[in-house]
């Protein structure tokens, strides 16, 4: 088996502070992030950084272009049933146990209750998100229907005034806007 990556070794903000780095650099400069480490006491072969950043930047690409399909998707198919967000829970578990793989990780040393419970919650999430626009949506379409209907009682008003509609006429044309006829 071949030999931890020393990236991978780094504590915890060394780590978060080289990914913000690789980001911002464009994945690119690893002489300079070597040194940049080795003036903060860690040493890490600009070769070892390369191999780290080529991996990370692939998986950005790859995120980045989940993230475009599924807002592509989203738009062209609404899923009022949140069928994706089912999906994205399993895609997410498959996605944690992968990523425990290729990183070498232990999984003894992770929590995977966590992960599966934040999964569960980003799901939650969807689902409320979906109800909160689902009810905007029944909300607004019932405003613009009471505000039709008071045009349209106005107009009916209208009428009965200007040329002395009958009760029967009025009560036929009150059925035919309600949709009674």
């Given at each position: 088996m071949?030999?931890?990556?020393?990236?991978?070794?780094?504590?915890?903000?060394?780590?978060?502070?080289?990914?913000?780095?690789?980001?911002?650099?464009?994945?690119?400069?690893?002489?300079?992030?070597?040194a940049?480490?080795?003036?903060?006491?860690?040493?890490?072969?600009?070769?070892?950084?390369?191999?780290?950043?080529?991996?990370?930047?692939k998986?950005?690409?790859?995120?980045?272009?989940?993230?475009?399909?599924?807002?592509?998707?989203?738009?062209?198919?609404?899923?009022?049933?949140?069928k994706?967000?089912?999906?994205?829970?399993?895609?997410?578990?498959?996605?944690?146990?992968?990523?425990?793989?290729?990183?070498?990780?232990?999984?003894?040393?992770?929590?995977?209750?966590?992960?599966?419970?934040?999964?569960?919650?980003?799901?939650?999430?969807?689902?409320?998100?979906?109800?909160?626009?689902?009810?905007?949506?029944?909300?607004?379409?019932?405003?613009?229907?009471?505000?039709m209907?008071?045009?349209?009682?106005?107009?009916?008003?209208?009428?009965?005034?200007?040329?002395?509609?009958?009760?029967?006429?009025?009560?036929?044309?009150?059925?035919?806007?309600?949709?009674?006829?």
């Amino acid at each position: 088996m071949a030999p931890r990556s020393k990236v991978l070794t780094l504590p915890k903000e060394l780590k978060a502070w080289l990914d913000d780095q690789l980001v911002k650099r464009g994945f690119s400069d690893y002489v300079q992030l070597a040194a940049d480490l080795q003036a903060q006491g860690e040493s890490v072969s600009k070769s070892a950084l390369h191999r780290y950043g080529s991996q990370f930047e692939k998986r950005m690409a790859q995120l980045k272009m989940s993230n475009e399909q599924a807002r592509a998707l989203v738009d062209a198919a609404p899923d009022d049933e949140d069928k994706l967000g089912a999906a994205v829970i399993r895609l997410t578990q498959d996605r944690i146990f992968q990523l425990l793989v290729d990183l070498e990780i232990d999984p003894n040393s992770v929590d995977v209750n966590k992960l599966f419970k934040n999964a569960a919650e980003i799901g939650k999430a969807s689902v409320t998100q979906k109800k909160f626009t689902l009810e905007a949506r029944a909300a607004i379409e019932e405003a613009a229907r009471k505000k039709m209907l008071e045009q349209q009682e106005e107009k009916l008003q209208e009428m009965r005034g200007s040329d002395g509609m009958s009760e029967q006429m009025e009560a036929r044309i009150r059925r035919i806007l309600l949709g009674k006829e």
